[in-house]
């Protein structure tokens, strides 16, 4: 648990050294790069909804966002990859196709 700490402690420590030279209206992060602090699914182990996740998503995403549910309803219909910010499927997809 100390480790974490720690860990936690240097990750402010270093957003807070580059916070002057990220953008601030709008806020933009880097691909692959998960901001924490502009949304997270409630809980990573169940499904969360598209309007939860609508809520960080489109801030992160813009207007990529619908599209990508889209791409993982049909990939990934199960969530089975999921994270913090991962794009939740539509859950009426497996419904339809009888999984």
Not at 22 to 38: E, G, H, Q, T, W
Not at 61 to 73: A, D, E, G, P
Request: hydrophobic share 30%.
């Amino acid at each position: 648990m100390r480790f974490q700490s720690q860990k936690f402690h240097s990750h402010i420590e270093l957003y807070s050294f580059v916070a002057p030279y990220v953008s601030k209206n709008p806020r933009a992060a880097y691909i692959n790069c998960r901001d924490l602090d502009i949304g997270t699914n409630y809980n990573k182990d169940s499904s969360t909804s598209i309007k939860q996740a609508s809520i960080w998503g489109v801030k992160y995403l813009k207007n990529s966002f619908n599209r990508l549910v889209h791409v993982k309803t049909r990939v990934d219909p199960a969530n089975f990859f999921r994270n913090e910010q991962s794009i939740p499927p539509h859950s009426s997809w497996k419904n339809k196709r009888g999984d």
